[in-house]
């Protein structure tokens, strides 16, 4: 009782008041509380997501087994997952080449890589002043199979060159191009992501559609507010309302200039109002949490 | 603490004159900054030269040999920050227009050390002591005199209405506690109020079906959901998978509730916690399988979406008093009236700010840093 | 009559889905080339660059990255193609390191495979120095003393279009493509003002209230402002015959006005049969 | 055109037109991307979350890399043993002498991994509780960090905000200021909850409704041109890939699916009658 319940609730008291603390004591140790503390929570998430992975596999392989609805969308998921932990911690790719002596015939060599990719005079002139004792230079295409690269090096041998094939450090290789986890991210996760993102134009033309209508006053402002906006800021919107001259006194009428002053003003009142609302309720939450008013989420019992 | 501040510039004023008048030799004085909150401030005097004759300002750390340039200061008083606890000295040295030495002159050694108290932090720790006291006051008075009134919140009513109607069409009943973690107090909230819709869930024994984009959350909902089975005495009816994790991504995690809505058609939806970008998705679709929705989040961004979207919407402090209406709990009640006292308060603050602005007298307005 | 209005409250959402695909995606393959009734700040700055003397350098400053490219890249595509259009030699730097990337791509699409220009002779790209408004300082007394290298590494010295640009003091103008910090504001407070060089500046939308009042005092020749802004150059480079049609930001305009204008089109069919329906609803 | 890059293509778009579908109905197709969206960005994040938070902040702060292991203390000595068990298990993740990484030894961080562990006690029932050590550390710590950063950026900076002249000024700003200031403080009054919104209480809150209505209005409407471009991002991504170059992938694409989702619709017809 007392290791489940009231250590719980003096761990949130304890953590809550020092970071809460950390805010206004700069001196060490506290100046430093707030990035151990958040790398710590992030160390805490990353082992969790452990259990979330296990929770997904077990619902999709039991929809697999028991040969539920849509069973077969459940291997693809599965396979989904399990490929891309493989290019994650197996499956790396990433070879590229080092060149480390251009032997007596640079310009052999020179024309080879031109073949494999674009040089420039920089990388030119770099090429013909390689020094003997350092590491050589890093060419700057990289293969996702070793054998592609080896073919490249044995071409570059027979040109005269010393080149030596290497591999992108593992924990590097999330952000070097032609890992096939790059690939993943390049081929699989981006155009999904940027794709769902697209899909809130045709929401907001179906949101609007069904719910800027004259029923009350309230909707009227709504609606009224948001049509000028969305008119005034197309060129359309200036193309409606240039007949108003602006210099006159009126020109705050022109749909580009009202829409300005709706966005400044009265949006910016409504908006301040509802900020000071949620600043108000986070911390009034964050006290409860942390004096233990609020402890519904560690369990009652 | 203020006035010595004006003493010093009098006395560095009078060197100023001094050695102009005379045409003295360089000199630079180095003075640690006390007023300043992080204690690493150090305010730099160089006299002797005007600011025509191109200097440039060196530091040696205590132990190091060589000096280091400080390349962006340009003016011939300026503040610099100094690393704590390390014996440091400035140099000055003047070139003429080909870059050859005129004169040196090095400043004294001196340390910055943190301070305890952040002092440019006072006015939000008052602020703050104020909510807390205020928010406290009237949870103890709660405790004493039983009911407290508070104003009716459409989407809070509509709570149980919702569960009803799903249980009356034998559908389930989807919660989305949001998309971020556990570190967001508006995931906290979300749990919280997930803890309220599964007692309606136990007592009505409908669907309920949680799908998380965090581990985290998906080990705190399973908690508060057991719980909540519990404590209305249906350990049966509760299944530990009614709370599952689906992915992290923000937006595989709306593909896959998306798929979830068209698939199992819930009829009713509740969408309380932190979003992003992908709230209209959500509740657009769920929309179109026609079931109440209700909204609550204290991301702004998100609210006219929500608005716009959904049957009812749950607006940023609404949301976060959601767990006193839902409970009932005097002392959660009590918290929620200490909170309204702070927003009188608030409003005071701006009525009189307006008015000492408007007659020009500024130390109002800078209290408030 | 009211029938038709009532359907017309409960059209299936797909058929707003498909229109809003139709209204966005065909200005993209066959642009309309909407009347974009250019504004003032765009002329200005149009203007202020179409005067610019042939033999005067100009610095182009690419203060922008990969998020604010779709509302500054096509600002660039457009002064540049104005700049070589008219044989003005152009400098470019970098204060934000995206900016680098975005400097070569355009440079790649207006003065390599447009243009055909010479590096070094009629363009050269300086590359990115940290520092923020320190490099512009910098550059206020020496070039050579903050840019010693251009971004393939070649010495200033051996660059000919760089020789005889002690400093700023050498150049002819100043246009800044900026999404924030350090951006225009920078440039004129510590450039343009104090040593009076015409400025114009390329900026989002969001900042054009904070850049007004330079342009309001004097200080700059201008603003691009936002993807509607470069729209409106596009437009002007084609009422100019500089560019035969317009670009990027103008086929996205389009499909934004439209897009803007159907959705309020959308609104106002709903509201119409949202009376209709109620006029009914009151008669029983 | 390399081969990885012409199939990335046509990887690329098929998902885009899958996900498209979703609009359409639910459909094999929006299912299978759905599927794998789900499946790949868990495993992805997960990969992330290892490789840049646990793998440099955790073992890299435990384990720091040492270039002469000989010459550590007495107690590294031990500790280090246990890493070379670690290393034994997997040579990819846990190389030759340590995490390589300039992170300094911090071994504050074991209470970290303990917590880390608790966590995972979650699968054990028997122990199951010690997970609420970690979701306790894990509220705390939110609650903490929190009040500071939303008390000053979104009440003490709003307020320093909404204290404005409303003398001594142009006419216009004077407006603009009343306007800021009485929006503000009714929109405030909305947010009351221990008084009945009744009588001149009422008013005030309904003209506090008003101001909150305008700027849902006014940001809904300065969305929409956000969103827009996304979309035409996409449609010159689908542009692009329908070129020869990428063998015309945006154009055989969209007639085959259009054509398998259309069967499929005559099929069910058939079914029903």
Partial sequence: MFLKRYIPLAIVFVVGVTMLASWFIPHSPFDAFEIHATQWFDIIASFAMILGALNLLKIQSSKLIHRKRDWQYSLAAILGFFLTLTFGFILKGGHFLVLKDVGNNPTAVVNELSQELQIDNKIANNIYAIPETGDGIKIKKQYYTQNKAIEFKNRLETAGAVVEVKEVIWGGHLQQNNTYFAWIFKNVFTP?????????????????????????????????????????????????????????????????????????????????????????????????????????????? | MKNRGIWLKIFLLFI???????????????????????????????????????????????????????????????????????????????????????????????????????????????????????????????????????????????????????????????????????????????????????????????????????????????????????????????????????????????????????????????????????????????????????????????????????????????????????????????????????????????????VFESFGAEFFKKLLG | MSKFLENLGSIDRRYIFLIIAIVVFLPLIFPLGLPVEPTNLTIDSFNAIDKIPKDEKVLISFDYGPSTKPEIHPMAIAILRHLFTNGNRVIIICLWPDGLFMARQALQQVAVEEFDLTYGVDYVNLGYRPGNEAVIKGITRSFPANFAVDSRAIEIKEIPLMNGVQSLKDIGFIFSLSAGYPGSVEWVQYASNPLKIKTSTGVTSIQVNEILPYVTSGLLQGIIAGMPGAAEYEQLLVNNDIHPVIGKAGKSMDAQSIAHLVIVLFIVIGNISYFAKRKKEKKY | MSFGSIFGAWVTVFLTLAILSYLYKDNPFYKVAEHIYVGVSAAYWGTIAFWNQVWPNLFGRLWPHVNDPSTLSKFNQFWYKIYNGLHWFSHNVFPENGIPGNQQQNLWYIIAFFFGLFMLARLIPKISWLGRWSLAYVVGMAAGLRIYGFMSSNVIAQIHGSILPLWGESLGTIINNLVLIVGTITGLFYFFFSVEHKGIFGKISRVGIYFLMISFGASFGFAVMGRISLLIGRFNKLIEYSHKQYSYATLILLVVMVATLLILNLKKTEEVT
């Fill in chain 2, 16 to 354: 100023l004159i001094f050695n102009f008048a005379i045409g003295g030799e360089i000199n630079i004085n180095v003075e640690v900054d006390k007023s300043d909150a992080e204690g690493q401030l150090v305010n730099m005097l160089i006299t002797g030269i005007d600011n025509t004759t191109n200097f440039k300002v060196f530091k040696k750390l205590g132990d190091e040999s060589q000096w280091i340039e400080l390349k962006s200061i340009n003016k011939l008083s300026s503040k610099i920050y100094i690393k704590n606890d390390i014996l440091t000295s400035l140099k000055v040295v003047t070139y003429d227009d080909n870059e050859k030495i005129i004169e040196e002159a090095i400043s004294e050694l001196f340390i910055t050390k943190a301070q305890w108290f952040n002092t440019s932090r006072l006015a939000k720790f008052i602020f703050l002591l104020v909510t807390s006291f205020l928010i406290l006051f009237y949870i103890e008075k709660a405790k004493k005199k039983k009911e407290i009134y508070l104003r009716p919140i459409a989407g809070l009513k509509a709570f149980e209405e919702a569960v009803g109607r799903a249980t009356e069409m034998g559908k389930s009943v989807l919660f989305v506690p949001g998309i971020m973690d556990l570190d967001q107090v508006e995931t906290i909230s979300g749990i919280i109020i997930l803890g309220y819709v599964s007692k309606m869930t136990a007592r009505y024994e409908t669907d309920l079906n949680v799908p998380v984009a965090r581990s985290i959350v998906m080990e705190a909902g399973k908690e508060i959901v057991r719980e909540s089975y519990m404590s209305e005495g249906r350990p049966d009816q509760f299944n530990s998978d009614m709370v599952h994790y689906l992915t992290d991504d923000q937006f595989a995690y709306a593909a896959g509730v998306n798929g979830i809505m068209l698939r199992e058609k819930p009829a009713a939806v509740f969408m309380q916690g932190k979003f992003y970008a992908e709230s209209l998705i959500l509740a657009e679709t769920g929309n179109s399988i026609g079931a109440i929705q209700i909204a609550g989040t204290g991301s702004q961004a998100q609210l006219p979406f929500f608005i716009t979207a959904c049957d009812y919407t749950l607006i940023g402090e609404e949301f976060f008093a959601a767990s006193a209406y839902l409970s009932q709990d005097p002392k959660l009640l009590g918290s929620i009236k200490g909170q309204d006292m702070v927003k009188a308060a608030i409003m005071i603050i701006i009525v009189v700010g307006v």
């Fill in chain 1, 192 to 301: 999904l992501s940027a794709t769902m993102f697209a899909l809130l134009a045709f929401f907001v033309a179906s949101a609007s559609y069904r719910a800027f209508k004259v029923r009350n006053l309230e909707a009227t402002i709504l609606l009224v507010a948001g049509i000028i906006i969305m008119i005034g800021r197309v060129p359309l919107g200036v193309f409606i309302t240039n007949w108003i001259p602006r210099t006159s006194f009126f020109s705050f009428l022109r749909l580009e200039i009202l829409q300005e002053w709706i966005y400044q003003y009265p949006n910016a009142a409504g908006a301040r109002a509802i900020m000071i609302g949620i600043g108000l309720g986070i911390v009034g939450t964050s006290l409860r949490v942390i004096l233990g008013i609020e402890k519904s989420f560690l369990g009652e019992k």
